[in-house]
């Protein structure tokens, strides 16, 4: 069955940084756009950011521009979130997703904080 599978969260301390990734199985990974998404306590859930099939492609939400980068790795089936210069409010439980396949992950707690 589709599974995507989130890891790397944890505590930093502001200004730090934190890689996610995202395993993917049960659908051909290669074939499909993907994005992160996070939810903030108590707030609704924000589009982070998103990469093409092919990698030609990436986006980002205002709030990370400049701060995070999207990758992928087709031949691993891994979507990658590497976050620098985090900040106490990129706090969330972040959330990788496949929209096409309507598949999400379990999400992985980020804690920005001194």
């Known amino acids: 069955q589709v599974q995507l599978v989130e890891s790397g969260g944890g505590l930093a301390q502001p200004g730090g940084s934190l890689r996610l990734s995202c395993a993917a199985s049960?659908?051909?990974?290669?074939?499909?756009?993907m994005n992160w998404a996070r939810q903030a306590p108590g707030k609704g859930l924000e589009w982070v950011s998103g990469?093409?099939?092919?990698?030609?492609?990436?986006h980002y939400g205002d709030s990370v521009k400049g701060r995070f980068t999207i990758s992928r790795d087709n031949a691993k089936n891994t979507l990658y979130l590497q976050m620098n210069n985090l900040k106490p409010e990129d706090t969330a439980v972040y959330y990788c997703?496949?929209?096409?396949?309507?598949?999400w992950g379990q999400g992985t707690q980020v804690t920005v904080s001194s």
């Open positions: 997703n496949a929209l096409r396949i309507g598949a």
């Open positions: 990469i093409y099939s092919d990698s030609k492609e990436t």
């Open positions: 049960g659908f051909t990974f290669s074939n499909y756009a």
